[in-house]
């Protein structure tokens, strides 16, 4: 379905850090930072009209015979035919009625049935007949069973989609109430001039305004069309609340108990008991962890987990799993209520790591907690991890989230899969679950934390392009170096955004803080609309294309109607990914380096060289920064953004052109929401190839090994400026081409063409 989980960036940084800490001058600041439905599962359906119940497709469900608890099946040869008469004489003149009488399946026999709709959600008549003879059933009830399970499943999905067409609506609503105050100002509060460069010959405010309307009125007859299908009066299984229905006021997980089988009580024991088992997975040493001599990676022995923690060893039959599990520690600058604020939030959580998080959405609230510091909360999560590059599958987790106050400065942040929640919101995926998994939180001087982060994953087992095998099957494309990494740049690129002393050397080109704030705005922008546009998440539609140079390139396109972050049009993403053996490091340094930009930039090859205008650094760092560049040629000058940042996992460099007139007006502190951008860029990673080394010493420089960067290329290009028009190939290839190119100009330069 079309639900955008994606909330795009607003176009405004939140004030994420509210600390007058922050206004301390950037040189001091490091200085202390250290290293639904058990009503559904009796119904009786006809075989044609289980597509009324939902969309969803029945033929991947899997759902594990554990969890479907006794079941109750019936049929015309269960029903008795005549009755007893009323005995108390207010019978409708002495007519007798007929009792139903239900069968209820054992055990062993829900089993053998779950056991065929694993494999087949839609058993022939070959294989019901089989199956009643071996249960003892008759073929009735056994299609009974297996259309009201199929029913049973569309229910519980209509519900989760209902609970994210309520979050679209409501990011909707902000949207639209944002444009409408846009319109209401006519000028920037900093300058005082026009906020809009726009061409006047493109829409008008008032009628971007009608498109977002007509966007909102479409989502909600989309949304009135699923509600619809419930009772009226009852409201949908997943609401959780309504005014003056005490029914409805209570948390929408207890209408699921009838299927998940599970009370709140239960749940907050579970939680309670992976808290436990998370604090000492951060603490523990040795035997539990072993840190590798070679890597200097922390390695968790199995053995030894199972037998602290009594965990029985799947041998259920179940599909093969692998186990991911990681502990990293760091130090993060940001006040310890607004980072427990950032994981509970869920908006604020998916921003916070924008390479790794494609969707999420808060299902379900189990708990408030208390207020303000949420301590006690306890809320069911979705999340879709990617990786920036479409030849990964993502990896979708249901998980509840918990949120504890251990001491006065420290705080748990405990995330653990449920079996039967899991299993039964959306068993069509494919499998992810978390062990207790999640960080300690201690709060240290001057605005500092120190983070525990325990990333514990069991996957199902699926195939994974080879050139990224290896950095998935080690764990470290969604292991907890990576959420560290992610969170210490986060929070460093924020701290500089609100810093108010800053270095001239810094802000170069920029005359005022205003200025240099509209910039990083706009590069934060660009940077999560290329990172939404480069996964494999199920926004986009990726198609194989072959290249000329033999590498692999996946294409998919969009049409932006009314986003007036993004031209308007038919908008091209093609995508490649190859591996260099090139340290990443040394690879970054190439690609943001504008006096070599002219080695691989088409574009900017055969011009004069290209010279920055502007320089705003945004972490420690000096990768981690904004330039604004100038491209000039004989008959023209572009200019270009661009947003570099590196960390201990992963790199990127992403830039887009932009209207001259308009960054101007950025640069003077205006309003960049209005600049309609389109990222381009690299995603540089480690290869994951960890060598053994040659020689054994203590000596970090003789023993460190660097294997090669996978590097994944992205570029976006406005094939039309209809939404209305249809993509051509000449467009298809013209990107084709420019990639291809590229990367061979990449190799060429990087004298790397044989690897």
């Excluded at 294989?127 to 229910?155: C, D, Y």
């Excluded at 992976?274 to 922390?298: D, F, N, Q």
């Excluded at 605005?447 to 982060?453: A, F, L, M, P, T």
């Excluded at 972050?565 to 943001?592: K, M, N, T």
Aim: aromatic share 6%; net charge negative.
């Amino acid at each position: 379905m079309g639900v955008d989980m994606s909330n795009h960036p607003a176009s405004r940084t939140k004030d994420f850090f509210a600390s007058p800490a922050l206004s301390l001058s950037l040189a001091g600041i490091f200085r202390d930072g250290g290293a639904a439905a058990a009503a559904a599962e009796n119904m009786e359906v006809e075989e044609g009209d289980e597509g009324s119940v939902g969309g969803r497709r029945d033929d991947t469900v899997e759902i594990s015979s554990e969890n479907s608890g006794p079941a109750r099946s019936r049929s015309e040869d269960e029903f008795d035919g005549e009755g007893e008469g009323d005995e108390d004489g207010e019978g409708d003149k002495g007519k007798k009625k007929k009792r139903k009488k239900y069968h209820r399946h054992t055990a062993e026999q829900i089993r053998e049935m779950e056991a065929l709709f694993k494999e087949s959600p839609h058993p022939d008549e070959k294989q019901r007949q089989q199956l009643s003879k071996q249960l003892g059933l008759a073929p009735r009830q056994v299609k009974f069973w297996f259309q009201n399970r199929r029913t049973q499943i569309k229910a519980i999905q209509e519900r989760h989609e209902n609970s994210l067409l309520k979050s679209e609506m409501e990011k909707l609503r902000d949207e639209n109430k944002a444009m409408r105050e846009t319109v209401k100002k006519s000028c920037c509060p900093n300058c005082g001039s026009a906020t809009s460069s726009r061409d006047p010959v493109m829409t008008t405010e008032e009628q971007q305004l009608r498109i977002e309307n007509a966007r909102l009125k479409a989502e909600v007859d989309k949304l009135r069309s699923v509600i619809g299908k419930y009772p009226p009066g009852t409201g949908s299984p997943s609401s959780s609340c309504s005014a003056g229905n005490d029914h409805e006021n209570r948390s929408s997980l207890e209408f699921y108990t009838g299927i998940f089988g599970l009370e709140k009580s239960r749940i907050m024991e579970i939680v309670n008991q992976a808290t436990e088992e998370l604090k000492k997975m951060a603490t523990a040493g040795e035997p539990l962890w072993i840190r590798s001599v070679e890597t200097g990676r922390e390695i968790l022995n199995y053995d030894e987990y199972m037998k602290e923690f009594s965990v029985e060893n799947p041998g259920d039959g179940r599909p093969k799993r692998s186990i991911e599990a990681s502990r990293e520690t760091g130090v993060v600058f940001v006040d310890l209520p607004r980072l427990v604020q950032s994981f509970m939030d869920v908006n604020q959580w998916k921003e916070m790591f924008p390479c790794t998080i494609s969707k999420a959405a808060t299902v379900d609230v189990i708990c408030n907690g208390e207020s303000p510091n949420r301590n006690g909360a306890v809320q069911l999560m979705f999340a879709e991890l990617q990786m920036l590059t479409p030849m990964v599958p993502t990896r979708e987790v249901y998980f509840v989230r918990f949120c504890k106050q251990l001491s006065t400065d420290q705080w748990a942040i405990v995330d653990v899969s449920i079996d039967k929640v899991e299993d039964n919101i959306d068993a069509s995926l494919v499998k992810c679950r978390k062990r207790p998994s999640g960080c300690i939180i201690e709060d240290k001087s001057n605005g500092h934390c120190k983070v525990i982060w325990v990333e514990h994953l069991e996957c199902q087992k699926s195939t994974v392009h080879a050139m990224f095998r290896q950095i998935v099957n080690t764990g470290l494309a969604f292991g907890a170096k990576h959420w560290m990494a992610t969170l210490q740049l986060q929070c460093e690129r924020l701290v500089f955004f609100m810093a108010t002393n800053v270095p001239t050397k810094d802000s170069s080109g920029v005359a005022t803080l205003a200025g240099r704030k509209s910039i990083l705005k706009l590069a934060q922008r660009m940077t999560w609309s290329f990172c939404r546009a480069l996964g494999a998440s199920s926004f986009n539609s990726w198609t194989k294309v072959a290249s000329k140079t033999g590498d692999d390139i996946r294409v998919a396109s969009r049409k932006n109607l009314n986003d007036p972050g993004e031209p308007q049009g038919v908008i091209l993403c093609a995508v490649s990914s190859v591996w260099l053996p090139v340290a990443p490091h040394v690879l970054f340094d190439f690609l943001r380096d504008e006096a070599r930009r002219s080695e691989w930039d088409i574009m900017s090859s055969g011009g004069g060289p290209v010279q920055s205008i502007a320089n705003l650094a945004k972490g420690q760092d000096r990768g981690n920064a904004v330039t604004v560049q100038t491209m000039k040629s004989k008959d023209s000058s572009l200019w270009v953004v661009q947003d570099t940042c590196t960390n201990a996992y992963e790199s990127m460099v992403v830039y887009a052109p932009v209207d001259i007139a308009g960054m101007q007006s950025v640069m003077t502190g205006c309003d960049s929401g209005s600049i309609a951008i389109l990222p381009s860029g690299f995603s540089i990673l480690p290869d994951g190839v960890e060598s053994r080394p040659l020689v054994i010493t203590s000596r970090p420089e003789e023993k460190s090994t660097e294997g090669g960067s996978l590097l994944t290329i992205a570029i976006q290009a406005l094939t039309n400026n209809s939404p209305t028009a249809k993509l051509t190939m000449e467009s298809v290839e013209s990107v084709n081409t420019l990639i291809s190119c590229t990367l061979q100009n990449i190799k060429t330069s990087l004298q790397c063409e044989d690897g």
